[in-house]
Nanobody
Framework: QVQLVESGGGLVQAGGSLRLSCTAS??????????MGWFRQAPGKEREFVAV??????ALYADSVGRFTISRDNAKYTVYLQLNALEPEATAVYYC???????????????WGQGTQVTVSS
């Protein structure tokens, strides 16, 4: 019953920006207590951690990511990932994930969205 739906991906030129959104259903009574994360997977690579925001709005980011900002709006059951100053290396499928507690490990997250493609051209 739990469903996470991402949106906002697309094709941008290097230096451009995107805002990814992930809206949850089936977590209405628990969303505010869940840690919400973003992961990405490039061709030939493992899915890697990008950012996570916990129930107290504390955010963590991977060292490898650029000028990204994660945020959440509990009233909308939505988590966002603002991608600024994008570089071609950021090209990947970006996945939203939810877990009862915070983690930077993909194995910790039981709920996942379908992913949204971000392509950065040079």
């Amino acid at each position: 019953q739990v469903q996470l739906v991402e949106s906002g991906g697309g094709l941008v030129q290097a230096g451009g920006s995107l805002r990814l959104s992930c809206t949850a259903s089936g977590l209405t009574n628990s969303f505010s207590n869940y840690a919400m994360g973003w992961f990405r997977q490039a061709p030939g690579k493992e899915r890697e951690f990008v950012a996570v925001i916990d129930r107290a709005y504390s955010a963590l980011y991977a060292d490898s990511v650029g000028r990204f900002t994660i945020s959440r709006d509990n009233a909308k059951y939505t988590v966002y990932l603002q991608l600024n100053a994008l570089e071609p290396e950021a090209t990947a499928v970006y996945y939203c994930a939810a877990a009862p507690s915070t983690s930077m490990s993909k194995d910790h997250f039981p709920y996942w969205g379908q992913g949204t493609q971000v392509t950065v051209s040079s």
